[in-house]
C-alpha cells in the first residue's frame, strides 16, 4: 500500500508570498494518476490539479503542479486571501485511492 | 450546475446500519464513476469506496477498513449513488462525500457534495 506523506504540516505565509507543498509517496508513483485538493472549514474539497500538472476548470492559474515518481509539488505563486486552506494530495493505484495528511496553509 | 446532494445522514448505534443516498444533476450520471470519501472530526479525507460506469460492470471498491460491512451501489436511471453501511463502529464516525470521478480512470474527483454527517455512537 503506497502512503503519501505530505509537508509541512502548516505553512504560515503572508498573501502575496510563494507556497510550496510537498508531496511524496512511499513508492514510484505515476503521476497520471496525482491529483491536489483544497479543503476550507465547513466545506467539501476542491479539485485543484490532476495528472500531477493539469489544473481543474476555473482554477486559477497562480496554482500549479509538478513532479513526478515520488515526489510532487503543488506551487501557488502569490498567495490570495483566499488560498489560506488545507490541501490534499491523492493518488489512484491499483484500485485504491489514498490521500495524504494534509498540508494547512495558515496566515503568518 | 452540476451537483450532488448527499442524505441519509445521522446518529446510530454501533452495529446498527445507516444507508446514505447521494442525488446527481446537471450531468449525465451514467458516464461517470462515483466514490464515496469521508473525514472523521478534525482529521484529514479517507477514501471508502468507488463504483465503476456501467460500462465497466459497476464494479466496486473498498477501502479495508470497511470492507465487507459497507456495499456501494448506483441507479443510473435516478442519478442516484448509494452508500449501504452495516455493523457500523464508532471509527466510522465522519462527514460522508459523496464525489464525481473526472475520468473512466477515476484518478481525480471533480464534484464533490456538501456532504452527510453520520456518528456512530451509544
Known amino acids: 500500500e503506497i502512503v503519501l506523506t505530505q509537508s509541512p504540516g502548516t505553512l504560515s505565509l503572508s498573501p502575496g508570498e510563494r507556497a510550496t507543498l510537498s508531496c511524496r509517496a512511499s513508492?514510484?508513483?505515476?503521476?497520471?494518476?496525482l491529483a491536489w485538493y483544497q479543503q476550507k472549514p465547513g466545506q467539501a474539497p476542491r479539485l485543484l490539479i490532476y495528472?500531477?500538472?493539469t489544473r481543474a476548470a476555473g482554477i486559477p492559474d497562480r496554482f500549479s503542479g509538478s513532479g513526478s515518481a515520488t515526489d510532487l509539488t503543488l506551487t501557488i505563486s502569490r498567495l490570495e486571501p483566499e488560498d489560506f486552506a488545507v490541501y490534499y494530495c491523492?493518488?489512484?493505484?491499483?484500485?485504491?485511492?489514498?490521500f495524504g495528511q494534509g498540508t494547512k496553509v495558515e496566515i503568518k | 450546475e452540476m451537483q450532488l446532494v448527499e442524505s441519509g445522514g445521522g446518529l446510530v448505534q454501533p452495529g446498527r446500519s445507516l444507508r446514505l443516498s447521494c442525488a446527481a444533476s446537471?450531468?449525465?450520471?451514467?458516464?461517470?464513476?462515483m466514490s464515496w470519501v469521508r473525514q472523521a472530526p478534525g482529521k484529514g479525507l479517507e477514501w471508502v469506496s468507488y463504483?465503476?460506469?456501467?460500462?465497466?460492470?459497476?464494479?466496486?471498491e473498498y477501502a479495508a477498513a470497511v470492507k465487507g460491512r459497507f456495499t456501494i451501489s448506483r441507479d443510473d436511471s435516478n442519478s442516484m449513488a448509494y452508500l449501504q453501511m452495516n455493523s457500523l463502529r464508532t471509527e466510522d464516525t465522519a462527514v460522508y462525500y459523496c464525489?464525481?470521478?473526472?475520468?473512466?480512470?477515476?484518478?481525480?474527483?471533480?464534484?464533490w457534495g456538501q456532504g452527510t454527517m453520520v456518528t456512530v455512537s451509544s
Open positions: 446537471g450531468f449525465t450520471f451514467g458516464d461517470y464513476p
Open positions: 464525489s464525481r470521478a473526472l475520468r473512466p480512470s477515476g484518478d481525480a474527483f471533480d464534484i
Open positions: 463504483i465503476r460506469m456501467k460500462l465497466y460492470g459497476e464494479t466496486a
Open positions: 491523492h493518488l489512484y493505484d491499483s484500485s485504491r485511492w489514498t
Open positions: 495528472g500531477a500538472s
Open positions: 513508492q514510484s508513483v505515476s503521476s497520471t494518476y
